[in-house]
């Protein structure tokens, strides 16, 4: 798995539990576990578990019907969902070993030593895990986003520049600033660890796709478990990310087209995962995030996963609950492909600006339009604002005005806009952003054009 | 050295915004507070010209402030809309009687028409009588489904078909909170639907679905609008009360969440396949309900039934 950190701790002592009882499904051997309110043995429990992993894995690749020859990836963090899903991947490949389910199995792993000063790189500790399965083996450095193939075409050198009042796209020169201090730059302009938090997971699941599609996989693992899932689908709510919380937190999505991500661990607690780990044997990895050893409110992210985990401790349904209202959740009839936000690559809704800002009114009419009326126009940018995205307003045409630049993006990352600052150092974004700028251009572009001789095109775009 | 407000650039900023940490004026404030909420009417055609609205007034801060923007905007944007007050006594002496009070004062203020409903006229029951009765462990599930029918009946009474409540920014998104942690979809869908209509005619809207409790309060502070304290007497059930806690929680660390919960609610779309609990109406009274009886009905009863003749 590779996401923000599996920092639930284990309550071990639950597991020696009144000596009475027996297994719920053998009934004959003593329970030594119990999960929520059922005891188990150890032969059981583990029966149980590795059944509930097959039966997902099984489901998504019925569903894709690709029989065998898949080349899939791992996305790798090395903390303990990921980990039992590396194992218990390979042992479901392995089991007919003359028909396996994948044809290649490619585990990778981001390295975020960058943003902690002084850390050591965590690959060679996942390095070292992954050669015990014989499987090839990718790591990357975060900061590497900046590179130029890390885009759609392969070779694309543009990045975004964020000033006070437009964004421009500009050819990267990496003479100037190295990855790292591009990367480092940013995130320090991020002035609230919420937006930081976010920013980092979606780089990171943007390179982790685009690393996929670069090596031929359809399909991306991720080891998301219900514990992370039920933290994931309350913070997204909170962040304004609703819309796309059903792709963000599904078995299985199709979003990402050429890429599908499966998250086989979705029905497992961080405790049953840190249960199987001990019993197994396997060894996780200490993953350090932004907010790691810090105050419940540092981040919405770190709020909710305290707020969930004590509230799992008193109301022992609370994770499964949550889990199942977002599997009740579907995406919208009204995505459209093409309105993917150009940073975290998730589907915006169409007019939500226009909805923010009748709702959240920020200025007052001008004076010759203060007739009272409620006229969306008449919504004036207040020159003096420190922060480029504290409103949006129809300006004058430049390179790309912000106002341009926030219309291809989702509510979520408008929300985390707001907490960037311009300062002295530069706040560039990767050329996977800029490319999607320039594609989206090119996509309207077509569309202007398309409309001025639509009534001398005899067939449809397709057929061209 | 003196603060501008960041709006207008010329008055002392005297307030930091809730909603979106702006320092503003007074002026300005009440303009953004009146205006967002002129514009949550407007988009979501929440009026018909010449319509009947009840105001359901408790006395409380929420729906103080309502009566007063209300009445205010109806006047500024000819809304055209023929206000009332409609006001439910529970009969808990003391606590009710101070928060009609109030009620009655607002009436003279805004020169509202003023409806009492009292629940021993509607059930034949008093909320201190059912208290006797029941003991203090399940009065607030009888409060709860009283109030609801008793605002209906209330509108009849009247002959009017949409009440307004005080249900603000907060409440709502502590709903979303609520019916997601409670796994309840079919809630989730319709909680933050700015007008639900039961299965009469009555519509129930909030005005107030996009402000913020804080700015509410700082509204009546500033008008010095009075109001009376209804926080109930009972405190909320423990796992509201750490949805409540978390919500205030999210809001100190970014204060747009509020606006952010209820916007992922409005976008949620629940699955066709899911099977969501039928709405049906009571046999007995007619009220909306999923079961053969509705719990008033079904709560009535058994209270009836436990008379000591
Ligand atoms: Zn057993
Ligand atoms: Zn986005
Ligand atoms: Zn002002
Ligand atoms: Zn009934």
């Known amino acids: ?464 | 050295m003196v603060r501008l407000c960041v709006i207008c650039n010329k008055e002392r900023a005297i307030v930091k915004r809730p909603k979106t940490g702006q320092q503003v004026c007074k002026g300005c404030f009440y303009y953004v507070f009146e205006t967002e909420i002129h514009n949550t009417i407007i988009d979501s055609k929440l009026f018909k010209k010449d319509e009947k609205v009840a105001i359901a007034a408790s006395g409380g801060k929420d729906s103080t402030v309502l009566a007063h923007v209300m009445k205010l905007l109806n006047e500024r944007y000819q809304y055209g809309l023929e206000l009332f007050l409609l006001s439910i006594d529970e009969g808990i002496t003391g606590y009710r009687d101070d928060s009609l009070e109030t009620v009655k004062r607002n009436q003279q203020q805004y020169d509202l028409p003023l409806k009492i409903v009292s629940y021993s006229e509607l059930y034949g029951w008093s909320m201190d009588q059912i208290v006797k009765e029941v003991g203090l462990k399940n009065n607030c599930t009888f409060c709860g489904v009283f109030r609801r029918q008793a605002l209906d009946r209330g509108a009849v009474m009247l002959d009017v078909d949409h009440i307004i409540t005080g249900h603000n920014a907060d409440d709502i998104a502590e709903t979303v909170l609520m019916n997601i942690l409670r796994g309840d979809v079919g809630r989730l869908q319709r909680c933050t639907e700015i007008c639900t209509t039961g299965d009469g005619c009555i519509r129930r809207s909030k005005p107030f679905k996009y402000t913020y409790e804080k700015e509410i309060v700082m509204y009546a502070y500033f008008k010095k609008l009075d109001y009376f304290s209804t926080e109930c007497i009972y405190s909320p059930n423990s796992y509201r009360g750490h949805a409540r806690t978390f919500l205030k929680d999210l809001e100190a660390i970014r204060p747009s969440a509020i606006i952010d919960i209820i916007h992922s609610g409005e976008a949620f779309e629940i699955k066709k396949e899911v099977k969501l609990p039928t709405q049906g109406v009571c046999k007995r009274c007619g009220y909306m309900s999923s079961n053969e009886l509705c719990k008033a009905c079904v709560l009535l009863e058994g209270l009836n039934r436990g008379l000591p003749k």
């Open chain 1, 1 to 464: 798995m590779c996401n923000i950190q599996e920092e639930i701790t284990l309550n071990f002592d639950v597991k020696i539990k009144p000596k009475s009882k027996n297994c719920v499904k053998c009934k004959t051997a003593k329970a030594t576990i119990l999960i929520r309110h059922s005891t188990y043995c150890r032969k059981c429990f583990q029966h149980v578990f590795v059944g509930k992993f097959r039966k997902n894995i099984e489901k998504s690749r019925n569903a894709s019907n690709s029989g065998s020859g898949e080349k899939v990836m791992i996305g790798f963090s090395g903390g303990p969902s990921s980990r039992a899903m590396l194992q218990l991947i390979s042992e479901y490949n392995e089991v007919l070993p003359q028909k396996q389910f994948y044809s290649e199995i490619v585990v990778c792993h981001i390295d975020e030593s960058l943003l902690f000063n002084n850390q050591k790189s965590t690959i060679p500790q996942i390095e070292q895990i992954v050669r015990k399965y014989n499987y090839p083996f990718i790591g990357l450095y975060l900061q590497n986003i900046y590179n130029s193939d890390v885009t759609k075409s392969g070779c694309y050198n543009n990045v975004i520049e964020i000033a006070i009042d437009d964004a421009k796209i500009l050819q990267q020169e990496d003479s100037i600033f190295s990855p790292s201090e591009k990367l480092l730059n940013l995130l320090n302009n991020i002035s609230k660890l919420t937006a930081k938090e976010d920013f980092i997971w979606y780089l990171k699941l943007c390179y982790l796709i685009d690393t996929a599609r670069k090596n031929g996989c359809t399909r991306l693992f991720l080891g998301d478990c219900s514990t992370r899932l039920s933290i994931k689908i309350i913070s997204l709510t909170s962040k304004g990310r609703g819309f796309s919380l059903p792709l963000e937190t599904s078995g299985e999505t199709d979003w990402f087209k050429d890429v599908i991500i499966t998250r086989p661990m979705k029905d497992m607690l961080s405790k049953e995962i840190g249960i199987y780990n001990q019993f197994a044997g396997l060894e996780d990895i200490y993953i350090q995030s932004v907010t790691s050893m810090m105050h419940a409110k540092a981040s919405i992210e770190r709020l909710t996963e305290d707020f969930i985990v004590r509230l799992e401790k008193e109301f022992p349904s609370t994770v499964s609950t949550i889990a199942r209202t977002g599997a009740k959740l579907t995406p919208s009839d009204y995505i459209l492909e093409e309105n993917r936000c150009i940073i975290c690559l998730m589907p915006y809704q169409e007019n939500n600006k226009i909805w923010q800002n009748r709702i959240i009114v920020m200025t007052i009419p001008s004076l010759q339009q203060s007739n009272g009326c409620s006229n969306i126009q008449q919504l004036h940018c207040s020159k003096n604002s420190k922060n480029p995205y504290d409103c949006s307003n129809v300006s004058n045409d430049e390179s790309m005005t912000n106002i341009e630049f926030t219309d291809l993006l989702c509510y979520g990352c408008r929300v985390n806009m707001r907490d960037i600052k311009v300062a002295n150092n530069k706040t560039i974004l990767p050329p996977y952003v800029a490319e999607g700028v320039e594609e989206k251009k090119k996509k309207d572009n077509r569309k202007q054009m398309r409309k001025h001789i639509e009534e001398y095109l005899l067939c449809n775009e397709e057929e061209l």
